[in-house]
């Protein structure tokens, strides 16, 4: 079992920086695939990065190039360093476990989610 917990969300400019978080209970940190996805009211929860278990990173062609996925296995932490934000990237951010050394961008795949922290890009 694996419980997860974001921060870092809040209010930024258009062409500001934000950093997420995730911390991760267990002590099998390392064996996971680490996913972030982020989701607007009335859509779809969208893929934004991941992380393997082998460290391989994969990210969603519209974050491609500004936003940067990271682990630190000693500290348990996944992070999302975002930057050149913009207002389409207005959502809740949830940080998501998956119980595989394998790298996937599909959220069915994914077997702990955090609560979700809102990001607020100002125009």
């Known amino acids: 079992q694996v419980q997860l917990v974001e921060s870092g969300g809040g209010l930024a400019q258009a062409g500001g920086s934000l950093r997420l978080s995730c911390a991760a209970s267990?002590?099998?940190?390392?064996?996971?695939?680490m996913g972030w996805f982020r989701q607007t009211p009335g859509k779809e929860r969208d893929f934004v990065a991941t992380?393997?278990?082998?460290?391989?990173?994969y990210y969603a062609d519209s974050v491609k190039g500004r936003f940067t996925i990271s682990r630190d296995n000693a500290k348990n932490t996944l992070n999302l360093q975002m930057n050149i934000l913009k207002p389409e990237d207005t959502a809740v951010y949830y940080c998501?476990?998956?119980?595989?050394?394998?790298?996937?961008?599909?959220?069915?795949?994914?077997?702990?989610w955090g609560q979700g922290t809102q990001v607020t890009v100002s125009s």
């Open positions: 267990g002590r099998t940190f390392s064996g996971y695939t």
């Open positions: 998501a476990a998956r119980d595989s050394v394998l790298g996937t961008t599909s959220k069915n795949d994914y077997n702990y």
């Open positions: 992380i393997s278990g082998f460290g391989t990173t």
